[in-house]
């Protein structure tokens, strides 16, 4: 399968600490990208990183990709707790006919305690 | 800019039944994707729309269908519910077809099949 992997599950923190989520794939892919979900709520797009960039930023948001290791990393800086959601990678697939759907993660479950 | 939205956001229906769901994109944007979120499986990819034209097809029975209209809203239609239907519906909207786009989610329509 494609589906990327987020590692952890679950990640607790204090608020002011950072936050990092890793994401592992299996095949080659275009883009890698991630999303945020608070509870069962539709989806908000962070980052999207191509196969050829190793790191990019927004914000309190770095991104990390590493196609040799398949793999990226998302790290949230400064944690506050309206960061609490899970945290969702979904990467494509570089060929074939599925060329364009994205495969997503089970996602990391981030709290962020005040 | 208005952001995506879908109709209904709750449902409830009972098996046997069928049920169409509703998406409207963001203005200009010509790709509709669906997704089906559960605990079990996580966020599945349904199908893509883009102008009119279905491009991607998930792993779903035929149960499962869809359509797009000339002003980029979508439909998806699911005949004789099964329990196991009951899950989030979500859908998103990106510029064009392809995973280079970002992908804009709507609130999701939830289902619950009794």
């Known amino acids: 399968s494609q589906q990327g992997e987020e590692d952890p599950q679950a990640l607790s923190i204090q608020e002011g600490e950072n936050a990092t989520m890793n994401c592992s794939y299996k095949?080659?892919?275009?883009?890698l990208q991630w999303y945020r979900q608070n509870s069962g709520r539709g989806l908000v797009h962070l980052i999207l990183i191509r196969s050829n960039e190793r790191e990019k930023h927004s914000g309190r948001l770095r991104v990390t990709l590493d196609t040799s290791k398949k793999s990226s990393s998302l790290l949230i800086t400064a944690s506050r707790a309206a960061d609490t959601a899970s945290y969702f990678c979904a990467t494509d697939a570089s060929r074939g006919s599925t060329l364009g759907r994205l495969y997503f993660g089970r996602g990391t479950q981030l709290t962020v305690w005040p | 800019k208005a952001g995506v939205t879908q109709t209904p956001r709750y449902l409830i229906k009972t098996r046997g039944q069928q049920v169409t769901l509703s998406c409207s994109p963001i203005?200009?944007?010509?790709?509709v994707s669906w997704y089906q979120q559960t605990p079990g499986q996580g966020l599945q990819f349904l199908f893509e729309?883009?102008?009119?034209?279905?491009?991607n097809k998930g792993n779903f029975p035929g149960r499962f269908s869809g359509r797009q209209f000339s002003n980029s809203r979508s439909e998806m239609n699911v005949s004789t519910l099964e329990l196991g239907d009951s899950a989030l519906y979500l859908c998103?909207?990106?510029?064009?077809?392809?995973?280079?786009?970002?992908?804009?989610f709507g609130p999701g329509t939830r289902l619950t099949v009794t």
């Open positions: 998103a909207s990106s510029l064009s077809s392809g995973s280079s786009w970002e992908q804009y």
């Open positions: 203005s200009g944007h010509r790709s």
């Open positions: 095949t080659s892919i275009n883009n």
């Open positions: 729309y883009f102008s009119e034209t279905q491009r």
